[in-house]
């Protein structure tokens, strides 16, 4: 068992240019969830996936698009980037649904630069 | 507003010694709370879980302690060993929006030999 992966483990853009995180998690888990980490801050919901075929926004959603592609993958786009979404990005699964406490789980992260 | 604050934000103390973090929440309505641990460049892992009903919960030398009066949960580590050194992090779940979690924003911990 992987866990949950994530795609590219670094990645260096210019402004403007556009990229996509993909995530994959092989726990059969129906939610997926895609979050940012900026130092001093706690981790902010981007997107989240409650489940196959839904995906709603999070805290902040702003320049960012996701697709939930099957009920393993969840990808992150970023189709202009800008200096501000420069951070280190997680992604997450859990059970989701009505699983009491519904622990996430969280891949290793795509450290992002924008310059 | 739902906040999660945690001190101090920084710690280090010699390997061996014991330590106290602390989490402030006023996240309502409460449903639990969870103590993460991020080891540095990884993802956070779930230390443990506390419920409305519950004050106490040890995993291994990890004990974590809940007062839903005063809105506070603190995680004390004993005979703290090197590889403790990481960030630890508060993360409150409202009730009732499973998805949408409230973090702390973490206490950095480093263990000296």
């Known amino acids: 068992n992987a866990g949950v992966t994530q795609t590219p483990k670094f990645q260096v853009l210019k402004t403007g240019q556009s990229m996509t995180l993909q995530c994959a998690q092989d726990?059969?888990?129906?939610?997926m969830y895609w979050y940012r980490q900026d130092p001093g801050m706690g981790l902010r919901l981007i997107y989240y996936?409650?489940?196959?075929?839904?995906?709603d926004k999070g805290e902040v959603p702003n320049g960012y698009n996701v697709s939930r592609l099957n009920k393993r993958e969840f990808s992150l786009r970023l189709e202009s980037a800008a200096p501000s979404q420069t951070s280190v990005y997680f992604c997450?699964?859990?059970?989701?649904?009505?699983?009491?406490?519904?622990?996430?789980?969280f891949g290793p992260g795509t450290r992002l630069t924008v310059l | 507003k739902n906040q999660v604050e945690q001190s101090p934000q920084s710690l280090i103390i010699l390997e061996g010694k014991n330590c106290t973090l602390q989490?402030?929440?006023?996240?309502?309505?409460?449903?639990?709370l969870r103590w993460y641990k991020q080891d540095t460049g990884r993802g956070p892992v779930s230390l443990t879980i506390?419920?409305?009903s519950e004050n106490t919960k040890s995993n291994g030398r990890y004990t974590a302690t809940l007062d839903a009066d005063t809105k506070q949960s603190s995680l004390h580590i004993t005979a703290s060993q090197l590889s403790d050194s990481a960030s630890y992090i508060c993360?409150?779940?409202?009730?009732?929006?499973?998805?949408?979690?409230?973090w702390g924003a973490g206490t950095k911990l480093i263990i000296k030999p």
């Open positions: 997450a699964s859990s059970e989701g649904g009505n699983a009491p406490y519904n622990e996430q789980f």
């Open positions: 726990m059969n888990h129906n939610s």
């Open positions: 996936s409650a489940s196959e075929g839904t995906t």
């Open positions: 989490c402030n929440y006023t996240v309502s309505p409460f449903s639990n």
């Open positions: 506390m419920t409305f």
């Open positions: 993360v409150v779940n409202r009730r009732g929006s499973n998805y949408q979690l409230i």
